[in-house]
């Protein structure tokens, strides 16, 4: 026995094919809802921070992450950072502690950034950006970049 297709059963198959748009469309508008409010009270500085800004002593306060890829992290990093490329870091954010200040950094800040800023919006306050990435971190001294900007020797 064939069983027709009224235009009912059309309907309601077109209407659950829709179904995972909207839901899309939903979490689209919280997306966005998110980053308006992040961006309505976050600081001038977005979470940024300056090499020299972070006396050598207090650097074991924090959970430093390279967001550069393996092979420049292999090459050279900051020592005690763990590598977590920068689009992971949303993927993998159940690694990131939320009971400690968190460093994140790249070559020169721009990518670490937006790590940085995805994190903050998912409701990581804790999330600080390396001003200048490891390339500014080298060159104003390393962990010493605090002491030398304190003598005036800066680079």
Not at 21 to 33: G, I, M, R, S
């Amino acid at each position: 026995m064939r069983i027709p297709i009224s235009l009912i059963h059309i309907a309601a198959a077109v209407s659950f094919a829709f179904v995972p748009l909207l839901a899309a469309a939903d979490a689209d508008k919280e997306a966005v809802k998110a980053m308006e409010d992040y961006l309505a009270f976050v600081d001038y500085g977005g979470a940024t921070i300056f090499p020299e800004q972070i006396p050598k002593v207090d650097w074991p306060r924090f959970y430093v992450i390279d967001a550069r890829d393996k092979a420049q992290y292999d090459k050279e990093h900051i020592p005690g950072a763990v590598n977590l490329e920068w689009r992971q870091a949303l993927e993998k954010r159940a690694t990131i502690p939320k009971d400690k200040s968190v460093l994140i950094y790249c070559n020169t800040g721009s990518l670490s950034a937006q790590a940085g800023f995805a994190l903050r919006v998912a409701g990581y306050e804790n999330v600080r950006i390396l001003q200048g990435g490891f390339a500014e971190w080298k060159a104003k001294g390393g962990f010493d970049a605090a002491t030398k900007a304190a003598k005036g020797t800066g680079r």
